[in-house]
């Protein structure tokens, strides 16, 4: 077993000074869209005719906005996580996929589904764990530690997926880190140092953890959800595991959001607080329809509060743009063969852990 303390966490920071940059200026220009009644209906009707007349199935994070989750349910596709979301973009029929979430989902989509048609609302909704690791510094720092298998996250570029041995989404971390540590395994782990930490502190594995984070989840606060809960006593706390060690140890349960979303289901507490990004409601809300759920506090009126448990980038997906890619043809999402193929090795990999 090895000491939490004897993980080391490489900082990179130029990269993340870019990303701080980077996330800054979408902060300042994202706008989220606020349509009439009338505009809402409009704009349903037309997609619904337009995924008939192209084959083509919504498939949508749990972080998008509620209408956008309603409508691919509605219309046969899909509300999940992005393990599902690749899932069951690669198992469904339709020759069109519209992902509705950040860009490496539609890329995930594409390399699982070369065959298909892949569009997003736009392909400017990033992420700041994707952003935060160029793959030209993540190669260079795999190839110093040649003696490590390399796991990475899902919200990564597909030139960083090529690279990696294993792609593991937040459902599924603990247990792979685990199956090679059992192995006798050494790990890389990128990019998120949040998530990192915690699945070495499940697993007692020896990690090398990238230095990236989300700026959502970076945001909640312990303090402040102590004090929420004093206000809510018997409230349990949800916390996911990109949240930093303060905040997953006020958790009761930590787990990914479709893990989150079981626990608020099947606990018998009806009051809950919620450190995760806060489109997750619709589902919590959609199961449970009788409970009540809290945003876990995050840093308040600060510069990134626009960040503060709302995704920036997957706030920019709308209605209006799923009506503009199906009409337009615009944001479809291309991966190159070469590197789509490397890039089915890890993802292929994680699918079938996950089906064993
Ligand atoms: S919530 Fe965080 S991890 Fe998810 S897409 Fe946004 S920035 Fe990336």
Redesign the pocket.
Known sequence: MINPADTVTIAVPSSMDKTRELVQKHLMNVSTPEYSQEQVIAYKERIKHLLKVHNAVIVAHY?TDPMIQALAEETGGCVADSLEMARFGQQHEAETLIVAG?KFMGETAKILTPEKQVFMPTQEAT????LGCPVDDFSAFCDQHVDREVVVYA?TSAAVKARADWVVTSSIAVQVVDYLDSESKKIIWAPDKHLGNYVQRQTGADMLLWDGA????EEFKAQGIKQLKALYPKALVLVHP?SPQSVVEVADVVGSTSQLIKASQTMDQDTFIVAT?EGIFYKMQQLSPEKKFYIAPTGGNGATCRSCAN?P??AMNSLEKIVHALEQGTDEIHVDAELGRQAMIPLDRMLSFTAQ
Do not use: M, T
């Open positions: 972080y950040v992420c700041s764990l994707d919200n989300c700026i959502v989840h990109e990004d995704c980038w997957i």
